[in-house]
Nanobody, 120 residues
Framework: QLQLVESGGGLVQPGGSLRLSCVVSGFTLDHDAIGWFRQAPGKEREGVSCISSSDGSTHYSDSVKGRFTISRDNAKNPVYLQMLNLKPEDTAVYYC?????????????WGQGTQVTVSS
């Protein structure tokens, strides 16, 4: 059974930055990707970014492209989400998830989430 733990959320002013971390424990043979999702109050959960374990390819939603960067170290754990130039509309609970692949867009294992609030 996989376990995911996110950290790094908090309160930041518009234009500020945060780095989220996701530590994955456990092992699965048929899941190749780690993704970040977010859910704002009253809105559906949306995919933000994804990274493939096999080839390191990365994917971003249009709303964060150019501002957020997903990465992982050589040991492949943890997975980071560097967020720059944060906007109030980035306010949400951010979750990391394990996916079969980034194209699926579907998380099969989830962390508990970390709150990001962008406000002056």
């Amino acid at each position: 059974q996989l376990q995911l733990v996110e950290s790094g959320g908090g309160l930041v002013q518009p234009g500020g930055s945060l780095r989220l971390s996701c530590v994955v424990s456990g092992f699965t043979l048929d899941h190749d990707a780690i993704g970040w999702f977010r859910q704002a109050p009253g809105k559906e959960r949306e995919g933000v970014s994804c990274i493939s374990s096999s080839d390191g390819s990365t994917h971003y939603s249009d709303s964060v492209k150019g501002r957020f960067t997903i990465s992982r170290d050589n040991a492949k754990n943890p997975v980071y989400l560097q967020m720059l130039n944060l906007k109030p509309e980035d306010t949400a609970v951010y979750y990391c998830a394990v996916l079969k692949n980034c194209d699926s867009g579907v998380g099969d294992y989830w962390g508990q989430g970390t709150q990001v609030t962008v406000s002056s």
